[in-house]
């Protein structure tokens, strides 16, 4: 360890990577606090990671970027699916629906979808944020059908919302309390696959 | 009509059915602008309905069985389903989520969903609001399998969840950019009924 200072080196990472997670922590503690991410601002920011204007502005180019990014860092990479068959890669991604590993995404989450719907940059963020995801889901369909697993006329989309929806809605919003969210993913993967009709 | 003073009568419904809906509207116009559950106050209500606080209390017992009032008046009845076939009735309830009438309830609905989450009296108001219509739909599946139409050995509530989902996260978060809300509905009952693993 070389160091060009006597300065006592501070433990951990340089010091600007720590300014930058105290300045996405900063944000996203605000938005749990109850900010919106229309009303909250630079300047609060700022002064929540006791960090100045300048040096947020010279890491992100306006407030959206690092909204993006930060709450890109709430939600994590999305998982990445074993490709052993289409059963158990949708039971992967359907487990890790709303299966959020920071706290503070359940409260920012919901309250982002009223004011996403009435801004379009902000639903682009919102949009860039959970596309990833689906993205993944719509490769191993994508897979499955071609491989035969599922059926050839399948509407992917549709199939994507049919296998999101119940866990989401369950995991974000404790939709139905006789249903149980860890045994959730299976049920619903296997009813979508087999279809609720008689044969 | 008879009426026992010379005083003018006000056109429409009595006085007070006019401070009901004067009350209801208050609440609902405070907590489309941003108060939550949690925050509202009977105070605010009376001071924006323009009646005194006694006169709520003489309607309702306390906030919640106001806030579970004016919330159900948001909602609306849950659909009546003909009752000619399983798919039709499903495509019916499924066209009804997240189809409200009110433009504030898409302000108020996602929001409620943090508060809901950390008290067990919102939560058990919430699902009030929500369960009448879990009902009607749980007695159209019933209906279903003891006719032969579905399968036998169903998971009822994973399929309420399976036709629900899909449109509430559309509905009420524009999940998916490339899917068309008013179309959706007919596609995810076929294809929940249908299942999407190929035969």
Redesign the interface.
Known sequence: MTSGTDAPRPPGRPRSVRADEAIVEATLDLLAEGSTIETISVEAIAARAGVGKATIYRRWPGKNALLHDALRTLKGDPPQPAGRSVREDLITLVSAIGQHIDPRA??IM??L??V??RDPEQ?ALY?NI?GPR?AVMREV?RRGVHD?????D??I??????L???????R????????DATT?PE??VD?????????
């Not at 999101?164 to 369950?170: A, D, S």
């Not at 009813?191 to 044969?199: D, K, M, T």
């Open positions: 359940a409260k919901p309250c979808v009223p996403v719907k639903y949009q959970i689906r369909l035969g697993e599922l059926r050839a399948l509407d989309e549709v199939a994507m919302a049919m999101t929806g119940p866990m989401l809605i369950q974000v919003m404790n939709w139905n309390p006789d249903l959730l049920k619903v009813q979508v696959l087999a279809g609720i009709a008689a044969r």
